[in-house]
């Protein structure tokens, strides 16, 4: 199993590995520290995630409540289709979609 973990590979880009669920979203939140500037997109890969529950549906719904909030945009690239599964059954394909 790949270890949980958030990378920053360029300005503004990070990728997120291992499982992002409840025992990991915690540590996540708090190894990120992502800043978000107004009129900037930042991207989160989630190609190395190996599996997102709804705690992780959460945290990705409150990174992108702190990027409007800062006037910026979060896009969410390589989703894995259960994420997206996730997203449907939740109703919030329209707030977090994969734009890639």
């Given at each position: 199993?790949?270890?949980?973990?958030?990378?920053?590979?360029?300005?503004?880009?990070?990728?997120?590995?291992?499982?992002?669920?409840?025992?990991?979203?915690?540590?996540?939140?708090?190894?990120?520290?992502?800043?978000?500037?107004?009129?900037?997109?930042?991207?989160?890969?989630?190609?190395?995630?190996a599996r997102v529950d709804s705690a992780g549906v959460a945290l990705l719904v409150e990174w992108a409540r702190m990027a409007a909030s800062a006037g910026a945009r979060l896009?969410?690239?390589?989703?894995?289709?259960?994420?997206?599964?996730?997203?449907?059954?939740?109703?919030?394909?329209?707030?977090?979609?994969?734009?890639?």
């Open positions: 199993m790949t270890a949980t973990g958030v990378e920053r590979v360029a300005p503004r880009q990070y990728r997120l590995t291992g499982p992002i669920t409840f025992a990991t979203v915690t540590k996540l939140y708090d190894d990120a520290a992502l800043e978000f500037e107004p009129g900037q997109t930042l991207e989160l890969d989630l190609g190395a995630a896009r969410i690239s390589s989703m894995p289709i259960q994420l997206e599964r996730l997203i449907q059954v939740t109703g919030l394909e329209g707030f977090l979609s994969d734009t890639t």
